[in-house]
C-alpha cells in the first residue's frame, strides 16, 4: 500500500515523519511517498501539494503542518477529503479550537502539544536559530515518547487498510500522559525528567505566540523570542537526559519495524528483538 505525506510548513514533527515509519528503508508493506509546500503555506501552496498527493493515488494520507486553521490547509482538507482518501493531520496545539470542524469534514487528526511555535522575529530568527531550533524539538519530541505514540498511531491505520478494513481515523492529543504511556519508561526519575521536558516545551509555544503576536516593543519581544528557544534548548536536554537514564540501566525501549510492518522490541543493547505480543 501507497502512504501519502503533505507537509504544508514546518513543525518539530515534519522533517522526520517519512522517516519514521521505515526507519531502514526495508519495509515491503508500505511505500511512502512525500509532496511539501515547502516554507510558505498559502493557498497555491497548499492546493498544489494537495492536488499532487491526489494523483499519486495512494491509501493513506497524512497531512502534517502548523496553522490548521488557516486558508491555505483548510483547501488542502478539503481536497483530500473530497477525493475520498482517509486523511489524518497531524498539527500543533491551536488545532485543538478546531477539532469539531476537523470531524466535521470527515478527517482525523494527532495534535501534539509538546511542538511548539518558534519565535519567528526577524529580529531573532535566522536560518541557524531556525534549524537549531527544529533539531531541539527533534530529539525532545523523540526522547519523550511523542514520535512513539505517533508511530503507533499510523502503523494502526496501515494495519487496517491491509485488512481491507476502513481505518479507524484518530482523534488524539499526544499531551504528557499520552507521550509518557507510549515512551514506557522504567525508570522512576526517566519518566520526571521526560515529564518536565514535556511541559516547558509545551510552553515554550505560550511565550512566542506572545512575543510574535502580541508585543509590539521590539526589545521586548527580541527577549521573549530569546528566552524560548532557551527554555527548549534546556527542555531537550532534560529529554535527553531521560534516554540517558535509561541507558545506565541497560533498558532503552528499542521497536524496530520487520520487513512486513510489524514491530519488533527489546530493552537490552546486547539482545536480539522479538516480535512484539
Known amino acids: 500500500m501507497k502512504v501519502g505525506i503533505v507537509k504544508l510548513g514546518c513543525l518539530g514533527t515534519v522533517p522526520l515523519l517519512e522517516f519514521l515509519l521505515d526507519e531502514r528503508a526495508d519495509r515491503e508493506d508500505v511505500d511512502v511517498r512525500v509532496v511539501g509546500s515547502g516554507a510558505k503555506l498559502g493557498i497555491d501552496q497548499s492546493i498544489e501539494a494537495a492536488t499532487t498527493m491526489v494523483n499519486m493515488k495512494p491509501d493513506l494520507v497524512v497531512l502534517v503542518g502548523p496553522a490548521q486553521q488557516t486558508a491555505g490547509p483548510k483547501e488542502a482538507r478539503r481536497i483530500l477529503v473530497e477525493s475520498g482518501i482517509p486523511t489524518v493531520v497531524i498539527s500543533d496545539s491551536p488545532m485543538k479550537r478546531i477539532r469539531e470542524e476537523l470531524e466535521s469534514e470527515g478527517v482525523g487528526y494527532i495534535v501534539v502539544e509538546a511542538d511548539p511555535m518558534i519565535g519567528a522575529r526577524r529580529e531573532f530568527l535566522d536560518p541557524i536559530e531556525m534549524a537549531i531550533f527544529n533539531s531541539d524539538v527533534i530529539r525532545l519530541l523523540a526522547c519523550v515518547g511523542v514520535f512513539n505514540a505517533i508511530i503507533d498511531i499510523i502503523d494502526s491505520l496501515i494495519e487496517d487498510i491491509k485488512r481491507g478494513e476502513e481505518p479507524k481515523l484518530p482523534r488524539k492529543v499526544i499531551n504528557k500522559d499520552a507521550a509518557l504511556e507510549a515512551a514506557e519508561f522504567e525508570n522512576p526519575y526517566a519518566r520526571a525528567k521526560a515529564l518536565a521536558a514535556h511541559e516547558v516545551a509545551r510552553n515554550v509555544a505560550t511565550v512566542n505566540i506572545e512575543a510574535c503576536f502580541k508585543e509590539r516593543e521590539w526589545i521586548r519581544y527580541t527577549t521573549l523570542t530569546a528566552s524560548a528557544?532557551?527554555?527548549?534548548?534546556?527542555?531537550?536536554?532534560?529529554?535527553?537526559?531521560?534516554?540517558?537514564i535509561e541507558k545506565s540501566s541497560d533498558m532503552v525501549l528499542r521497536r524496530p519495524h520487520h520487513k512486513d510492518g510489524s514491530r519488533r522490541v527489546k530493552r537490552k543493547l546486547l539482545e536480539k528483538p522479538t516480535k512484539e505480543s
Open 229 to 244: 528557544h532557551e527554555m527548549l534548548r534546556y527542555a531537550s536536554k532534560l529529554a535527553e537526559e531521560a534516554r540517558e
